[in-house]
């Protein structure tokens, strides 16, 4: 028999032998060399060599005190402590990935580690529909695999089973009256292990003591994270990750990120700064309808919305306390003091001359249409150009319509004018000229024609023609 072979069995042997003192199928054990009990320090030795580490327990038995210690191992009670597992994986270390911690691999990593395809068969399906045999008898047969022929499946039987297990069980384990009780005294609790033996049951416990998992015990977790919980309800620790609002400072302190856009502030700074230029109008508080940015409380201070009359006094508008939009014209109630006099009314525009005849249009249609107009206090300028396409059917006599300002009433205020060019009028070859007035009381020029014969008499349709054209500027009181 190979020498792994021999291990095999006695780690199997020593697992059937423990089980068998658990049920009572073993009262006493005889020495390997033939009979007699051991004594407590041949006990404790016995038990001492038997000690076997675990993946999170680190045993050190001490002949001398004698003692037995356990420690926790850093780093080996992620799982069994802190971290739950998602459902279907399993606890290991994927093919490739090197030494380290134990993972929780998906299934698709497992196969690959116990090198079984997917849809494979490994739940014994075929074995646990057979019949149930209890208790085996010594005829009874398993199927083994023996490792000195490359793993071949070969037959045993039960009752070789029993004789293998008892000659190795024979080598090692002998009587354990008050063995449990010599075990018993000599179990010493460390800084993270509390061990209660009852000696009644018999039972040993061992209990993880509160505050000793140390940071070097715990789980592994990433850099710039904490331990904490996130999910609803209470359960295991999470590892909770910080979002872009928060970060570490380097020396193991939680801050507030830096603020950038419009509001800044340095990392872990109360001290915020509106960035220059970043408060746009919308983002300044609503302002009524007709008020001005500015300030007239006295001192420095903060911004107001100021009314027109405010406004007014803090530019120094002398005379100036309102103003309104009255027909396109700007004008001031109390007027702009210039010097000695006091201006309420300046307004320029443009208007359309219309060319009439006894005050009608009919027919008239025009190449040119144009007329602008100052207007400055009580005194208006307009200047017009008409140039005739057709002068249309209309008689009587002859008048531009359409002024921006109504003429002022009475005689005195009927004013006069000049016509800068004239061209394509039926009148005398000599002696003749056309002039024009502003009729008080009206919005229209007259038109005359003044001879040194007839003097001065209104213009009748007859004197124009079809291409007739003239350029005016007249001047009147409103």
């Given at each position: 028999?190979?020498?792994?072979?021999?291990?095999?069995?006695?780690?199997?042997?020593?697992?059937?032998?423990?089980?068998?003192?658990?049920?009572?199928?073993?009262?006493?054990?005889?020495?390997?060399?033939?009979?007699?009990?051991?004594?407590?320090?041949e006990a404790q030795d016995a038990v001492g060599t038997i000690l076997t580490d675990t993946a999170t327990i680190d045993f050190t038995y001490t002949d001398a005190t004698p003692s037995i210690t356990a420690d926790v191992k850093s780093d080996s009670i992620a799982n069994t402590m802190l971290a739950n597992?998602?459902?279907?994986?399993?606890?290991?270390?994927?093919?490739?990935?090197?030494?380290?911690?134990?993972?929780?691999?998906?299934?698709?990593q497992v196969r690959t580690i116990i090198n079984v395809a997917?849809?494979?068969?490994?739940?014994?399906?075929?074995?646990?529909?057979?019949a149930t045999k209890t208790p085996p008898v010594d005829a009874d047969?398993?199927?083994?695999?023996?490792?000195?022929?490359?793993?071949?499946?070969?037959?045993?039987?039960?009752a070789n089973i029993k004789a293998t297990l008892k000659t190795y069980f024979d080598t090692l384990y002998v009587d354990l009256t008050n063995a449990q009780d010599a075990v018993g005294t000599?179990?010493?609790?460390?800084?993270?292990?509390?061990?209660?033996?009852?000696?009644?049951?018999p039972s040993i416990t061992a209990d993880v003591k509160n505050d000793s998992v140390t940071f070097a015990k715990m789980q592994n977790i990433a850099t710039d994270s904490l331990i904490g919980r996130d999910t609803a309800s209470s359960g295991d620790p999470e590892n909770i990750l910080l979002n872009a609002t928060l970060e570490m400072d380097g020396s193991g302190n939680l801050r507030r990120a830096a603020l950038t856009g419009d509001v800044t502030a340095s990392a872990g700074s109360?001290?915020?700064?509106?960035?220059?230029?970043?408060?746009?109008?919308?983002?300044?508080?609503?302002?009524?309808?007709?008020t001005i940015k500015g300030r007239v409380t006295a001192s420095t201070g903060d911004p107001e919305d100021l009314t027109a009359t405010q406004a007014r006094a803090v530019i120094g508008a002398v005379g100036l306390t309102g103003a309104e939009n009255v027909a396109g014209v700007k004008?001031?109630?109390?007027?702009?003091?210039?010097?000695?006099?006091?201006?309420?009314?300046?307004?320029?525009?443009?208007?359309?001359?219309?060319?009439?005849?006894?005050?009608?249009?009919?027919?008239?249609?025009?190449?040119?249409?144009?007329?602008?107009?100052?207007?400055?206090?009580?005194?208006?300028?307009?200047?017009c150009q008409i140039v005739l396409s057709s002068k249309g059917s209309a008689t009587g006599t002859a008048d531009i319509s359409g002024l921006p300002f109504t003429v002022a009433s009475g005689l005195q205020f009927t004013s006069g004018g000049v016509v800068s060019f004239a061209a394509g009028f039926a009148l005398?070859?000599?002696?003749?000229?056309?002039?024009?007035?502003?009729?008080?009381?009206?919005?229209?020029?007259?038109?005359?024609?003044?001879?040194?014969?007839?003097?001065?008499?209104?213009?009748?349709?007859?004197?124009?023609?079809?291409?007739?054209?003239?350029?005016?500027?007249?001047?009147?009181?409103?």
């Open positions: 028999m190979t020498a792994q072979e021999i291990e095999l069995i006695r780690q199997l042997l020593e697992k059937v032998n423990r089980l068998e003192r658990r049920i009572g199928l073993v009262d006493t054990l005889e020495l390997a060399s033939g009979g007699g009990v051991y004594t407590n320090e597992m998602a459902a279907d994986t399993i606890k290991g270390r994927a093919n490739g990935a090197g030494t380290g911690d134990p993972t929780d691999l998906t299934a698709t997917s849809g494979a068969d490994v739940t014994g399906t075929a074995i646990t529909a057979l047969a398993v199927v083994i695999t023996d490792s000195a022929a490359s793993d071949a499946p070969k037959r045993t039987t039960w000599i179990l010493t609790d460390t800084a993270t292990i509390d061990f209660t033996y009852t000696d009644a049951t109360n001290a915020t700064t509106i960035a220059n230029d970043a408060v746009t109008n919308a983002k300044a508080a609503n302002m009524a309808q007709n004008t001031f109630t109390d007027g702009i003091s210039l010097g000695n006099e006091t201006l309420t009314v300046y307004d320029e525009g443009t208007w359309t001359p219309a060319l009439r005849f006894g005050a009608a249009t009919t027919g008239i249609t025009y190449t040119t249409q144009v007329g602008k107009y100052t207007r400055i206090g009580n005194r208006v300028w307009v200047h005398a070859t000599a002696g003749f000229s056309i002039t024009c007035v502003a009729i008080q009381a009206s919005t229209y020029l007259g038109m005359y024609v003044y001879s040194a014969t007839n003097g001065t008499t209104a213009m009748p349709a007859s004197n124009m023609l079809a291409t007739s054209e003239c350029i005016i500027t007249v001047t009147y009181f409103v």
